[in-house]
Nanobody, 126 residues
Framework: QVQLVESGGGLVQAGGSLRLSCAVSGRTFSRYAMGWFRQAPGKEREFVAAIRWSGGSTYYADSVKGRFTISRDNAKNTVYLQMNSLKPEDTAVYYC???????????????????WGQGTQVTVST
């Protein structure tokens, strides 16, 4: 079993920054792909960013490219999402997720990820 625990959410003004953390524990996950998703009220959960645990290839949604950075610290078993130049439309619950059997191309689909954290709220005010 894999446990994911997010932290770092909060309230920030537009243009500000936040860094989300996802602490990973449980099985070894050197092959895993790790993703960040978000869900705003009344909307479907959507892909934000992903990274391979080994190798470091990164993927981003067009809406966050150039503003958000996903990274991982293997020694700390933690994945991060650095969010800069935040906009009100970034307001959502952010979820960390793990795909235990990623394909060559990391999936952006919610259904591909089999482990999820509880989510952390990010609110961006005008």
């Amino acid at each position: 079993q894999v446990q994911l625990v997010e932290s770092g959410g909060g309230l920030v003004q537009a243009g500000g920054s936040l860094r989300l953390s996802c602490a990973v524990s449980g099985r070894t996950f050197s092959r895993y792909a790790m993703g960040w998703f978000r869900q705003a009220p009344g909307k479907e959960r959507e892909f934000v960013a992903a990274i391979r645990w080994s190798g470091g290839s990164t993927y981003y949604a067009d809406s966050v490219k150039g503003r958000f950075t996903i990274s991982r610290d293997n020694a700390k078993n933690t994945v991060y999402l650095q969010m800069n130049s935040l906009k009100p439309e970034d307001t959502a619950v952010y979820y960390c997720a793990a795909d235990s059997d990623p394909s060559l191309l990391i999936s952006r689909k919610v259904s591909a990820y089999d482990y999820w954290g509880q989510g952390t709220q990010v609110t961006v005010s005008t």
